[in-house]
């Protein structure tokens, strides 16, 4: 049977990508995921019933449910999205980051070589080891410095980011050494629909609707290069299909923005989606804070290798993207209000220092317009 084995299914782009691989039938799923805070099984609803999702409650580094997960479902290929993802979090506590993304990877290699290497030989010569990992193992780019390729130097500047480059060189090194049939992805920020509102434009949203501040760190004018979520996806399953073994491929959509304008045009998002009078016009919630430590001044990605040797492009521009991101979240008052929860308040209060509302409105510079 055609099976993937997805870990980190019901987060944010791990979730997208199980819908999108059970929507268009492309593979029977097995989901691994531990259910952190992250993790939300309301992302799943569209499958409840479907046979060919399974989903498990585990953790990666759980060698012998990882072993005899691989040994009962057989699965072609393992994508790997299971990590602690918040840069943020890795600054205030590092320990889970190492133990998930470094620990966790280094385990799940261990098993996926054992269950590998014992494979008949047209199925290990099929099998595919999916690792998705971020630009920002890259460090932080010029102003005018050409954009990320794969061959950039590593040069991770968060617990973060460090932590996904360690996962990317025990990758690297289980091909090198052992031959196991490892791709890489490297990616740039995503947006879309059920992302956890900890990450700067789910946070806007739902702060933006609330009423309360918009936090925007520092000057406000740090660079990223936005992902809509689905076209991420619909690249995974490119890589994963026709992708070279071996390889790394970065993967973004070409949509460089400084936070100022993602802020802004979120902003005038809001005013003509939820035009309530009390908390339009939107800006005017807009709040500079303390900037976060060592925080990276640009990534960029160069997405020419993916485009050229599998003719991957994104399909969303950053307009329409957006404008369906806001209205899946003015849609899902049901799912927004679940995360909101007392951890996720908790986190909020501890970070931007506030009540449970939003951030604390402690502007360390005036907003400008
Ligand atoms: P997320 O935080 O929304 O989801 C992570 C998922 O992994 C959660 O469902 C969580 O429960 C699960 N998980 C955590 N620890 C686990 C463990 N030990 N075992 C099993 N499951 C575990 O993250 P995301 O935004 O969906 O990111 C997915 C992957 O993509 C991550 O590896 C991240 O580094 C990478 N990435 C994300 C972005 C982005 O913009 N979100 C950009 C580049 C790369
Ligand atoms: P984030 O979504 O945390 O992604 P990453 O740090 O992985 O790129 O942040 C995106 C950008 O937005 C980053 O430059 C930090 C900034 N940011 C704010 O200005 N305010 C916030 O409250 C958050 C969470 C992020």
């Known amino acids: 049977m055609n099976t993937i084995l997805v870990t980190g299914g019901a987060g944010f782009i791990g979730s997208t990508f199980v819908l ?18 992250a993790g939300n099984l309301m992302n799943l609803e569209a499958l409840s019933g479907d046979p060919d999702h399974l989903f498990t409650v585990g953790d990666i580094g759980d060698r ?25 979090r890795s600054i205030d506590g590092p320990e889970d980051f190492i133990q998930t993304n470094v620990v966790g990877t280094f385990h799940l290699l261990e098993e996926c070589r054992r269950y590998w290497q014992a494979l008949p030989a047209a199925q290990r010569e099929r099998f595919r080891l ?9 460090g932080s780019l010029a102003p005018d410095a050409p954009a990320f390729t794969e061959n950039h130097p590593y040069a991770p500047n968060s617990p973060y980011s460090a932590s996904k480059a360690a996962s990317d060189h025990l990758v690297r090194a289980y091909h090198h050494t052992h031959g196991l049939p490892t791709i890489t992805t490297n990616c740039s920020n995503n947006y879309g629909p059920r992302q956890f ?3 700067l434009i789910p946070l806007l949203i739902v702060n933006g609707c609330k009423g309360a501040p918009l936090p925007i760190y520092g000057d406000g004018l740090n660079v990223r290069d936005w992902l809509y979520v689905e076209d991420h996806c619909q690249a995974l399953h490119t ?10 491929y970065n993967i973004g959509g070409n949509c460089e923005r400084s936070n100022l304008e993602i802020v802004r045009t979120v902003c005038r998002l809001l005013d003509q989606l939820d035009p309530a009078p009390a908390r339009t016009p939107h800006e005017a919630l807009i709040t500079f804070v303390k900037d976060r430590p060592g925080h990276d001044r640009r990534y960029a990605i160069d997405a020419g290798k993916i485009q050229r040797e599998l003719g991957w ?26 995360v909101q929860n007392g951890s996720y308040r908790d986190w909020i209060e501890r970070h931007y220092g506030t009540n449970s509302a939003g951030p604390a409105a402690t502007p360390t510079a005036p907003v400008r317009s």
């Open 313 to 338: 492009r994104p399909r969303e521009t950053f307009a329409t993207g957006l404008n369906q991101t806001i209205r899946w979240y003015l849609d899902n008052p049901c799912w927004l209000e679940a």
């Open 20 to 37: 999108l691989t059970r929507q268009q039938g492309l593979a029977r799923v097995v989901n691994l995921d531990l259910l952190t805070y």
């Open 197 to 199: 509102p900890e990450k």
């Open 64 to 88: 012998p449910l990882v072993q005899a997960m691989l040994e009962r479902y057989r699965p072609r290929a393992v994508v790997n999205f299971a990590a602690e993802s918040h840069v943020d």
């Open 239 to 248: 890589v994963l299909d026709r992708g070279r073994v071996g390889e790394v």
């Open 130 to 138: 999916l690792h998705v990992s971020t630009d920002e193992v890259y």
